[in-house]
Every structure is written in structure tokens, then in C-alpha cells.
């Protein structure tokens, strides 16, 4: 069975702080891995995508893959009230994309 | 460049009746995917298709069914409504297969009363 794990938070992080959400996956063959942010009755929206291992920086965010540990994180640097959501991740494996639960996250003012 | 469009936004059926859903992808985007969202069940897959074929499923049940149509607009019918159907319907479209980068339509809030 193939899965995404998060955790499913609250992660309650203070204004101006770091924020870093985890995922991790199951299927050594997984190739791409993404970072969704969804509000409270909104769609989820992309905001970062990362195929290779390493760091991949956009802004605020970055996006971390370890392939050999199966672990996908997000980091958002000075955190903003506005980053309040939940963060779901997911893995491109194979032909499929699969979900994580997501994190809520919560920026303490 | 136009985003994901869904169609209705809002929903109101009432159990039994079946309802239909459409999905208009990005422009040149070829696959189209198909989640159902609950609170205590995250992002659930229903199925996806690419150049009019479904190419994945969910585990659902037979009364959920969708099509693709030449210009890649999609559309999900629900047949038999029943009370735990109510949810968001999201659609997601993708210039390649489903792994690729995916962008989501603003969903179609389905009640059933």
C-alpha cells in the first residue's frame, strides 16, 4: 500500500519564525513530490514542486527531498499570519499522485 | 492563461437523485483527475483520465462515473445520491499524467438532503 504520511498538526508557529512541515512516503520508486497549501473552504493551490534531491528555494519557501531517507519537508521562512492552512503533500509514483492528510498549520500573531 | 474551471459551484440534491459535475482544464492540458474532499477524510482519488481514457480509478462505488470528452473537459456524474455523498468535488488538471505539476479547480460544494 502505497502512503503519504504527515503529521496532522495543529503546528502552532510564532509570527516572523520558521515553519517546517514534514512528509514522508512509502514507495522507494516515488519521483515527484509536492506541496499543496489549501484555506479553510478554498481548493488546494501548488506552491512548490521538486523532483531531485536536495533544496529548491521560491521566496519564502523551500522544499527539501531525501530520497534515500523518503522524507519531502517545507520550510517557510518568516512565517505570516497568511500562511495559517493546511499543507498537503504529495507524491507522484509511477502513473498516480497520492495525498497526504495534510498538516494544519497556525501563525501565532 | 484561464484556470480550472468547475461547474456548479454550489449543489443542493436530494438522496436518490443523480447529479453531474463538469471540469474545464487549463488550456492544452490533457489529464484530468477527480477528488472527493470530507472533513475527517482528507483528499479522496475517484479517477483520473488522459486523452479521453480513464488511465486510473479510486476505490468508490459504480454509481460514481465521469467521461472526457475530445476538447479534455471532463465530467463526473453521481448516480443514486446518498447522504455521505455530500462533499467537495475537486477537479485537477495537469498538462501530463497525473504525477506531473496538478492544478485545482475551485470545486463543486455537493449537499445532499
Known amino acids: 500500500q502505497k502512503e503519504v504520511e504527515q503529521n496532522s498538526g495543529p503546528l502552532s508557529v510564532p509570527e516572523g519564525a520558521i515553519a517546517s512541515l514534514n512528509c514522508t512516503y512509502s514507495d522507494r520508486g516515488s519521483q515527484s513530490f509536492f506541496w499543496y497549501r489549501q484555506y479553510s473552504g478554498k481548493s488546494p493551490e501548488l506552491i512548490m514542486f521538486i523532483y531531485s534531491n536536495g533544496d529548491k528555494e521560491d521566496g519564502r519557501f523551500t522544499a527539501q527531498l531525501n530520497k534515500a531517507s523518503q522524507y519531502v519537508s517545507l520550510l517557510i521562512r518568516d512565517s505570516q499570519p497568511s500562511d495559517s492552512a493546511t499543507y498537503l503533500c504529495a507524491v507522484g509514483v509511477y502513473d498516480k499522485i497520492i495525498f497526504g492528510k495534510g498538516t494544519r498549520l497556525h501563525i501565532l500573531p | 492563461k484561464a484556470g480550472v474551471t468547475q461547474t456548479p459551484r454550489y449543489l443542493i440534491k436530494t438522496r436518490g437523485q443523480q447529479v453531474t459535475l463538469s471540469c474545464s482544464p487549463i488550456?492544452?492540458?490533457?489529464?484530468v483527475s477527480w477528488y472527493q474532499q470530507t472533513p475527517g477524510q482528507g483528499l479522496q482519488f475517484l479517477f483520473e483520465y488522459f486523452s479521453e481514457t480513464q488511465r486510473n480509478k479510486g476505490n468508490f462505488p459504480g454509481r460514481f462515473s465521469g467521461r472526457q470528452f475530445s476538447n479534455s473537459r471532463s465530467e463526473m456524474n453521481v448516480s443514486t445520491l446518498e447522504l455521505g455523498d455530500s462533499a467537495l468535488y475537486l477537479c485537477?488538471?495537469?498538462?501530463?499524467?497525473?504525477?506531473?505539476?496538478?492544478?485545482f479547480g475551485q470545486g463543486t460544494r455537493l449537499t445532499v438532503v
Open positions: 488550456s492544452g492540458h490533457r489529464s
Open positions: 485537477a488538471s495537469s498538462l501530463a499524467r497525473q504525477n506531473t505539476e496538478a492544478f
